[in-house]
């Protein structure tokens, strides 16, 4: 297992960390708030002439054909900066799952446009109350080979500016189907709300909506498995970059904020407090890396993405409330960036489930081992 990144990926993460890094300043961000906007429609529009948008998708419809492990690469800056764009929702969420099992003309309908930057693609994966998104509670049903879907889905994110939904159900014999939702069509109700980190995420109510089919009932419940696996790792990913770059602002501050004389760095308390935090990032490193190296060599990650989560959810937790410790009053400053890696690390730790629901599906798993 070699977790070393290649000439392409490397290239791919200098890439987006010189964009990411020069363009998402406070300043840029403030200004999107007064604006009342979340979505950073410019910075979108250069990430996607960069090619990172695209990076991950198959080159004949325009992208780099790097694979998944390029999305997750990209994913990460786009937490260390708190990057106010889609990338995780129109990309793994929406154009992955299109990507891989979509028809020809589905594919090449939307998948272009994405790469392009010029069409934002999400997915329905929360019910409120399973937490397991293998098992939807959205009823498809098909009359005449055409498809429609009810039920309720929470928190899809973008749904309102999302050419297209992807949306998880499950028919009356009980199989799993992925259905494409256009939004705005009959049926289809977006109530609005925000995420922890101020990400517009919508209620979404279905009422025997029309649905395109992206993949049926023979291999809809591996397709969801395919999905969910490559979206909890993806969160991971963004959770390694918001937490990794919390703790080095907190290695900063504390090294030129003093107290009786010396930088506060030097207490053994603060010390102690940081090496831990230290600790939980390289744990969330080392497991989002294992979910992606298995998933982009083709085998099982299951658990090691809902691992990888684990520690994205608990050791971002950790990370978080360090952080916002050790700098004392300046770390809810709204004027200090710091704030928003809070609220960003609370929207990694519970979308898709916090670190408890990933323990009970890695103890169902362990429960259906054969002893």
């Given amino acids: 297992m070699d977790f070393t990144l290649n000439d392409e990926q490397q290239a791919l993460v200098g ?9 998402v300043t406070q300043a840029r961000l403030d200004g999107l708030a007064e604006k009342g906007t979340w979505f950073d ?9 960069a090619g990172l948008v695209g990076a991950a998708l198959s080159e004949d419809v325009g992208g780099g054909g790097l694979g998944f492990a390029a999305a997750a690469l990209v994913l990460e800056q786009v937490g260390a900066t708190v990057a106010q764009v889609p990338l995780l929702e129109t990309v793994v969420f929406g154009a992955l799952p299109i990507d891989r099992f979509g028809t020809p003309e589905q594919r090449q309908r939307d998948l272009p446009d994405v790469v392009a930057g010029t069409a934002l693609l999400t997915a329905a994966l929360n019910e409120t109350g399973r937490e397991d998104g293998l098992r939807p509670g959205a009823l498809a049903v098909e009359s005449a080979g055409a498809w429609t879907v009810s039920g309720l889905k929470s928190a899809v994110p973008f749904g309102d500016v999302a050419r297209r939904i992807v949306v998880p159900a499950t028919t009356a014999a ?18 609005p709300g925000t ?42 990913a963004t959770g390694l970059g918001v937490s990794g770059k919390a703790l080095q602002l907190s290695a900063q501050y504390t090294t030129t904020r003093e107290q009786f004389g010396r930088p506060i760095a030097t207490f053994q308390a603060v010390g102690h407090r940081l090496a831990d935090a230290y600790i939980d990032v390289e744990a969330i490193r080392l497991t989002t ?3 992606i190296w298995r998933l982009d060599a083709g085998l099982p990650a299951h658990d090691e993405a809902r691992i990888a989560k684990w520690w994205a959810a608990e050791g971002g937790h950790r990370v978080a ?25 609370k929207h990694v730790e519970f979308t898709l489930g916090g670190a408890q629901a990933q323990l009970l599906s890695l103890g169902a798993t362990l429960a259906a081992e054969p002893v």
């Fill in 15 to 23: 890439l987006a960390t010189q964009i990411l890094g020069k363009e």
């Fill in 41 to 49: 429609r410019e910075l979108w529009q250069q990430l996607a002439g």
């Fill in 174 to 191: 009980g199989r799993t189907v992925l259905l494409l939702v256009e939004p705005g069509t009959p049926g289809v109700t977006l109530r």
């Fill in 195 to 236: 995420s922890t980190n101020g990400l517009p995420a919508f209620e979404l109510d279905l009422a025997d909506a029309p649905a395109e089919l992206l993949v049926g009932p023979e291999q809809g419940a591996e397709a969801l498995a395919w999905l969910l696996d490559r979206a909890l790792t993806g969160l991971a």
């Fill in 289 to 291: 890396l294992q979910a």
């Fill in 321 to 345: 409330h360090a952080a916002q410790h050790v700098h004392g009053g300046v770390g809810i400053d709204l004027d200090y960036v710091l704030h928003r890696y809070f609220t960003w690390s």
